[in-house]
């Protein structure tokens, strides 16, 4: 029987603080008012005011990561206090929460996606279906036919009226005599198949499927300012999609495959019925977006990092962080370009922040084949965390400074 327990909080006292490891629980607001905020007022980041009926707290306690913000108490506030090993029970016998906050989250993320393109690479997102054909193109010149031809497919079936069209099915034409890609439409099957370097499906795109990896790995992307971006590379028993299905808007992000993959599908017709029957999902799909979200408030904090060299080494960091390797050595797949594309520095930026980034041990990682090796994370870690406390106190001395 599920047994849950109240907290009390009396007013200007912290329910959470940024960065303490108490993270077996979270809090369900039953009265009261509470201040959610990051010490180092990250640009991009809004203070946000919960009362009755909102939750703090989830976040960290369903990714088990350590606290992402300050939650403090505005007036006297009671608490329902839920353990990360009670949240199944809790979902079994009140969806309706469950379903609140994975909703929530999913507003959040993509807010958070809105601030985390703004502030690393300098642009934004777009919702509107003309943007695939900026997609359609950048592949196209990259060579990447496969992937091209789908954007430009679904650019011809949105975007009908476009002054473009002509343009684009004179090279839809000449793509489909290049490449033997045909999987333009999402199968009502459960499961589907696609070949390395194909789309699933485009940022911008109408849809509203999610999908669950069941074999190999899909490469999450967004095309900006005539550049890929790669948002994260995802693996067997990851979900993606979801947000498009919950919040019934276009993709935020491209999916491809990143290496031959077979994938479970979850349409919104399904996905109540699995909702009503299998808590499990739910569960599923809020560690998912707490694991993405703290993510996504790392990425925030290294975005908000001036030098390149800080930029970097953060970003290496968070690689770490998210792979849970704390001690010892870490060998990564990435290169240096895959880094610094990961942080936003500029392609023609790349030579320069190299030679200010060179392979040496003393700087936390080697370049071993092409690929960063890490020979100990630790040391690592401790380097990447001096770089974002220098940043702050730069950054701090320019706020306190009225001729800067």
């Not at 007022?41 to 300050?70: A, L, T, W």
């Amino acid at each position: 029987m599920l047994q849950l327990q109240f907290a009390n909080f009396r007013k200007d006292s912290y329910l959470f603080v940024e960065g303490k490891e108490d993270n077996d629980h979270f809090y369900i607001i039953q009265s009261g008012k509470v201040r959610c905020f990051k010490s180092n007022d990250p640009k991009g980041y809004s203070v946000k005011v919960y009362g009755p009926g909102d939750f703090v707290g989830v976040i960290s306690c369903m990714s088990n990561r350590s606290q992402i913000e300050n939650v403090i108490a505005l007036a006297d506030t009671k608490c329902i206090s839920v353990r990360k090993d009670q949240y199944p029970e809790l979902i079994e016998k009140n969806t309706p929460i469950a379903l609140k906050i994975i909703r929530t989250f999913a507003n959040r993320m993509r807010s958070m996606n809105e601030i985390f393109m703004q502030e690393s690479i300098k642009s934004t997102s777009s919702d509107f279906p003309e943007h695939m054909l900026d997609v359609a193109r950048y592949y196209d010149k990259m060579g990447k036919h496969s992937i091209a031809i789908y954007a430009f497919y679904h650019y011809m079936k949105e975007c009908r009226n476009s002054v473009h069209i002509p343009e684009v099915q004179e090279r839809f034409k000449v793509l489909s005599t290049m490449t033997d890609f045909r999987n333009f439409e999402q199968t009502k099957e459960l499961s589907c198949s696609y070949s390395k370097d194909e789309m699933i499906f485009s940022e911008s795109q109408s849809g509203s499927d999610m999908f669950v990896i069941q074999e190999g790995e899909v490469a999450i992307t967004k095309v900006t300012s005539g550049k890929e971006v790669i948002l994260a590379v995802l693996k067997k028993g990851d979900m993606f999609g979801e947000m498009a299905l919950l919040e019934n808007k276009p993709r935020s992000a491209s999916a491809i495959a990143h290496s031959d993959c077979r994938l479970m599908v979850i349409n919104r017709g399904n996905f109540d019925q699995m909702v009503s029957t299998q808590p499990q999902l739910i569960s599923r799909l809020t560690t998912t977006f707490s694991e993405r979200l703290w993510t996504s408030y790392r990425q925030l904090d290294n975005a908000n990092l001036v030098n390149p060299v800080y930029k970097m080494t953060d970003m290496l960091a968070l690689q770490l962080e998210k792979a849970r390797k704390f001690t010892g050595s870490y060998q990564t797949e990435l290169t240096l370009e895959d880094l610094a594309n990961m942080t936003g520095i500029p392609v023609t930026s790349h030579t320069s922040v190299f030679t200010q980034f060179p392979s040496d041990k003393s700087k936390g990682f080697l370049v071993e084949k092409g690929k960063i090796f890490v020979p100990d994370c630790v040391e690592l870690l401790k380097i990447a965390s001096f770089y974002r406390k220098m940043n702050q106190k730069a950054t701090q001395g320019e706020k306190s400074n009225p001729y800067l």
